[in-house]
């Protein structure tokens, strides 16, 4: 691996958060593997944000930045808005590992920039040293339950990334990066946007904490799965058989057909375990199972558990929390 | 407008299972609804073996899609993203498209690769995870949370859209109308040994081991659990 590609998604001039977590820890593993590092902005003329960004990009670890200048990347990162970019910057520096982070412009450019190469693709994974020192990617698939693991050393082939944004420790790199420009040109096709609204369950996507209505729910019971998730400071989600069941609306559904989500404490409540629903639960965050059956598959990947009737669990978990707080 | 809906993957119960616990995977499906909801001419193709694939395309069929067709070599078990996408691509060329959708993702895997594979296999634009598509004269309006936004992007025909979900609700089955078309490899001039299967592409599944859940008795002692282990 001679040169780590990390595409840099902009969040009103700045380079995004999960951006920049993904660039860290590109940096820690080209520090052993010897590779170069390059981080590529798309902006429009000058580099937005200024000298800023160059800044930001250095000390997260960049040996090199290149900027790919074209007429307007403000839309939102997509393959379509800004695929062109990325490609002019492979276009210019060949690269074995491509880095993105996995937001939803990450997982829209990533795999089509994967197929495009021939590469690998390794989507929402982690990257880390095996207990031999391998160098590894891995992944949580069939609802955490297994993971896939694929040994960088083994292929041939280059391999496109996107990194689960968490909770990895910012590295700081030392020397100002050297800025490449290279010119990206206008998007093949023009895509529009004709309307925005705010996402109304946009807090899902940043809490700390989760609490989930499964199907195995009443309807009476989504009171207390409101109150807990007040209790503990956390958003309410629902699993898609709880949408299917009129338990609450499609926008606070988690699961492969709905919202990921990644904090620190999920709480399924009444959630059996579908590998469809965890496909939407960061494979870090820390499962609570409350659930009366003891054989439900979502016990196989809760880290806590509790074993009864929803309601009494609930009401002595809110009454816990709030003694402690009074 | 003629729509084409490429079947992403039936979910499995687990990497060497053979057992289905869905026809269609969410996302599949939601594709499927949307497609049939847009009042498009719709033709669903799938990559695998009869006993996998048929039964999800004779509910396309019965749904309301105008044809159903699959595509299958034995050389290909075990396909990856790419060998995946090519096949698919090769059926929707041959059918004539102005719009491919697919689900977004597996239920199992959830590599979320095949669609924007197939796009490029194509050489169409795609946009990935929408939650909603409609016809707006020579483009699609996809529907895309992107936070902390809801935005609706229009996008030029012909293009490709992965689908998440869909506000259009099951059709009711209708018996009778064509069978499922079958075609081979050479049929769409894809030849099996390109395609191999790249397993060292794929990694290995393994078992996570389950992190041995701390059951506990009582809410207040899974509270003062969780806050020893500072999780709250």
């Known amino acids: ?326 | 407008v003629t729509a084409v809906v490429v079947l992403v993957r039936r979910p499995r119960a687990a990497p060497d299972g053979a057992a289905a616990p869905r026809l269609l995977g969410r996302c599949d499906e939601a594709a499927l609804r949307a497609a049939l909801a847009l009042g498009a001419h719709v033709a669903v193709v799938a990559a695998g073996p009869a006993e996998r694939e048929d039964d999800a395309l004779r509910l396309a069929l019965a749904w309301g899609a105008a044809r159903a067709l699959r595509v299958w070599d034995p050389a290909l078990e075990g396909l990856d993203y790419h060998a995946t996408a090519q096949v698919l691509a090769a059926a929707a060329r041959r059918l004539g498209f102005d719009l491919v959708l697919g689900g977004d993702r597996s239920d199992d895997e959830g590599d979320g690769a095949v669609g924007p594979a197939v796009a490029e296999a194509l050489a169409v634009p795609h946009v990935t995870s929408a939650l909603d598509v409609a016809l707006d004269g020579a483009g699609a309006l996809v529907v895309r949370r992107d936070p902390p936004h809801v935005r609706t992007l229009r996008v030029p025909l012909p293009a490709l859209v992965t689908v998440t979900s869909s506000r259009a609700s099951q059709p009711v089955p209708v018996a009778g109308g064509r069978g499922v078309e079958t075609l081979d490899l050479d049929a769409l001039g894809i030849r099996a040994a390109e395609l191999r299967p790249r397993q060292q592409c794929v990694g290995r599944a393994t078992e996570a081991p389950p992190p041995a859940p701390k059951l506990l008795g009582r809410p207040d002692e899974l509270y003062a659990r969780l806050r020893q282990d500072r999780l709250l």
């Open chain 1, 1 to 326: 691996v001679a040169n780590i590609l990390v595409y840099i998604e902009m969040a009103e001039d700045r380079p995004g958060a999960p951006s920049l977590e993904a660039l860290g820890r590109a940096r820690r593993v080209a520090s052993t593997l010897g590779a170069t590092v390059y981080a590529v902005v798309p902006c429009a003329g000058a580099p937005s944000g200024g000298t800023g960004t160059i800044d930001a990009l250095s000390r997260y670890g960049a040996d090199k930045i290149i900027l790919a200048v074209g007429p307007d990347h403000r839309m939102p990162s997509l393959h379509a808005t800004h695929g062109h970019a990325l490609w002019a910057a492979l276009e210019r520096v060949p690269a074995a590992l491509v880095v993105l982070a996995a937001t939803p412009g990450g997982r829209d450019l990533a795999p089509r920039v994967a197929a495009r190469l021939g590469a690998a693709y390794a989507p929402e994974a982690t990257l880390d040293y095996g207990p031999d020192g391998e160098l590894a990617v891995s992944r949580a698939v069939y609802g955490g339950g297994y993971r896939r693991t694929l040994e960088l050393l083994d292929i041939d082939r280059p391999l496109v990334l996107t990194l689960q944004p968490g909770r990895a420790p910012a590295v700081r790199g030392d020397d100002e990066a050297e800025v490449i420009v290279v010119q990206s040109g206008a998007p093949p096709v023009a895509v529009e946007e004709i309307a925005r609204a705010v996402d109304p369950a946009s807090a899902l996507d940043t809490a700390s904490v989760v609490v989930t209505a499964g199907a195995g729910l009443a309807a009476a019971d989504l009171d207390l799965v409101r109150d807990l998730a007040g209790a503990l400071g956390g958003e309410v989600a629902v699993t898609r058989g709880a949408v299917e069941r009129g338990l609450g609306p499609a926008e606070r559904e988690v699961g492969a057909s709905g919202r990921r989500v990644a904090p620190r404490l999920y709480v399924a409540c009444g959630a059996s375990g579908s590998a469809e629903h965890l496909a939407g639960v960061a494979p870090d965050a820390q499962i609570v199972a409350i659930n009366s059956d003891p054989a439900a598959p979502i016990f196989r990947v809760a880290s806590y558990g509790l074993v009864g009737d929803f309601a009494e669990m609930a009401r002595g978990l809110i009454a816990a929390v709030r003694g402690a707080q009074a």
